[in-house]
């Protein structure tokens, strides 16, 4: 068995200083705000809907607003790819503003502006907890990339895969609360009424299990650097090699 196929237990590990904590917690803050796209991620979610629903609850006017919406996330794009930052958060806008335009356009139906957006979460939150149940929590899934430890908590660091596991519960329910918010709202509320719902339930549920999964990931055994390993790996094995090489060598003179 390699250390890269070893399993590694939390007893495995020393007890963390306070310093080492401190160091896990500013890492684990670092990731989440590079996956979730921080401060600026929130805004570019945010502004396209606040947009659409502030003209729309003025003068009623679906192409209007729905224009105005896909513009502005548009705009966001472009001013990611002047300042050459990361365009995904940017680009997950255009794309859930423009699904959303095409099927109030085809309907007539302002509220369908919404719906893609609210099928999307609750596809997630249902994903969150599939997941989870399945014993591969999405949340790992998408962070541990982030942390450079790939798959390997699924097997190696059982502590971090309990984590994981209870932040995706977490981002799943809270989701699935927001959904049973929202969609009856969509039958019985009218544009406006869903619109400013939808806006003010944009950040502070996404804040809450962005907050849990930080509690607990705080909390969890560091993550294992499998990048670090196979270099070290590819390293050890250059040795052996020259070491072989230079072995051979003396043999012949």
């Not at 660091?157 to 209870?166: M, V």
Request: hydrophobic share 55%.
């Amino acid at each position: 068995m390699t250390s890269l196929d070893k399993p590694t237990s939390d007893t495995d590990r020393t007890n963390p200083t306070a310093q080492q904590e401190a160091d896990a917690k500013a890492v684990t803050e670092a990731a989440l705000f590079e996956a979730f796209g921080g401060i600026r991620g929130m805004v570019e979610t945010v502004l396209p809907g606040l947009l659409f629903v502030t003209i729309f609850t003025i003068d009623k006017n679906l192409h209007v607003s729905a224009i105005a919406a896909l513009v502005v996330s548009l705009v966001l794009v472009v001013v990611r790819l002047i300042r050459r930052d990361t365009v995904k958060h940017a680009f997950s806008g255009v794309f859930g503003v423009a699904f959303g335009v095409v099927f109030a356009m085809m309907t007539g139906n302002a509220k369908d502006f919404y719906l893609p957006g609210m099928l999307y979460t609750l596809g997630l939150a249902l994903a969150y907890l599939v997941t989870t149940l399945a014993g591969v929590p999405l949340i790992g899934l998408i962070l541990g990339p982030v942390f450079k430890e790939n798959l390997s908590w699924r097997t190696r660091n059982p502590g971090r895969k309990k984590a994981y596991a209870k932040a995706s519960w977490a981002w799943g329910l809270i989701l699935l609360a927001k959904c049973a918010i929202l969609f009856p709202l969509y039958w019985w509320a009218d544009t406006a009424q869903l619109g400013w719902v939808l806006v003010a339930l944009k950040i502070p549920p996404f804040l809450l299990a962005v907050y849990l999964t930080w509690v607990f990931l705080a909390k969890a055994p560091p993550p294992i650097d499998v990048f670090a390993e196979m270099e070290a790996e590819e390293e050890a094995e250059k040795a052996r090699k020259a070491e072989a090489a230079a072995a051979v060598r003396q043999h012949e003179v």
